[in-house]
């Protein structure tokens, strides 16, 4: 049966989300709660939404409040998005940080190249990204690669982390070719081979945590998740993000997006169709 949510269960409840995980469920957003959540009220038993959320705050092993991040997060992602950042960074961030590094090096030890997809759902853009490195690098062994998704998300790290996809999402910006080269069919799912896997990390990491012990990066994707939080929360963000790239280091957000409102601690810079951004 359909559980309907009140006005007042309603506030408690974006309340709630919202310190959590800092996602805005704005006023008109009901229906988006009871479709997500009602599944979750049933497993566990609640007539109303005043229960459940009694029972979330009783409940100390926090298995709620992760099946509730799991369900309220959009996870909506899928391979080589919006294509043009991909093809930025094949032709132009990724040979200038290799060109800046090995001038740095002066042809000693391995080049670094430390990238991390900061809000990476199911794994698709740092698996697209690990594609670009090995399609233009060859030999990856010869690089000190760290590819790095995190994600609120325990299902989507599960599921980024295991790299195994069925045909509908193998269908969403793969070639061909790309789909053959990188992963090995199993009946009706493909799983991304072992060889690309191995250069990725994943973890689950909540983006409103302090980003402690992550070390500095020279390309950050944090795309298609601004959009979820308030402006002073997004602001904050940037700072920390800041923080965590390196001086030469590289800024990508969603295509659609823009620093302009938010932070003033970055320049956008142009390459053909693409902006990037860097530390001021
Ligand atoms: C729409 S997806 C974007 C995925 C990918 N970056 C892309 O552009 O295709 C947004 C992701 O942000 C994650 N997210 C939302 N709030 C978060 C938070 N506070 N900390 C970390 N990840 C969060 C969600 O779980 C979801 O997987």
């Known amino acids: 049966m359909a559980i309907k949510i009140t ?55 926090q298995t709620i409040e992760k099946k509730v991040i799991d369900t309220i997060t959009t996870t909506e992602t899928y ?12 032709h132009k961030i990724l040979p200038d940080h290799i060109d800046r590094q090995n001038t740095l090096k002066e042809g000693k030890g391995n080049v670094n190249i430390h990238i991390w997809s900061a809000a990476s759902a199911t794994g698709q853009e ?12 060859f030999d990856v062994s010869k690089y000190d690669i760290k590819l790095l998704g995190t994600d609120i998300s325990n299902k989507a790290i599960a599921k980024a982390s295991y790299g195994s996809y069925n045909k509908f999402e193998v269908a969403r910006g793969l070639s061909k070719e790309r789909l053959q080269k990188n992963f090995n069919q199993d009946e009706s799912s493909w799983k991304i081979k072992d060889e690309i ?13 302090p980003f402690i012990g992550l070390g500095k990066f020279h390309i ?19 700072e920390k993000i800041a923080y965590a790239l390196a001086p030469d280091g590289y800024l990508i957000i969603g295509s659609t997006e823009s620093l302009v409102n938010d932070t003033s601690l970055f320049v956008p810079k142009k390459y053909l169709n693409s902006v990037f951004y860097q530390l001021k």
């Open 126 to 137: 740092l698996y697209s990204l690990a594609i670009v490195l090995k399609e233009l690098l």
């Open 220 to 238: 950050i994707l944090f795309r298609n998740v601004a959009i979820y939080f308030d402006q002073e929360l997004r602001r904050k963000l940037y």
């Open 79 to 90: 391979f080589f998005r919006d294509k043009s950042p991909f093809e930025l960074l094949k």
């Open 197 to 209: 896997r191995a250069m990725t990390f994943f973890r689950k990491m909540n983006l409103m945590d």
């Open 7 to 61: 006005p007042d269960e309603y506030k408690i409840i974006s309340k709630y989300v919202n310190d959590i995980s800092g996602i805005i469920l704005r006023p008109g957003k009901e229906y988006l709660v009871e479709t997500r959540l009602n599944t979750v009220l049933e497993e566990f038993g609640c007539a109303s939404y005043s229960e459940f959320f009694n029972r979330i705050k009783m409940d100390r092993t």
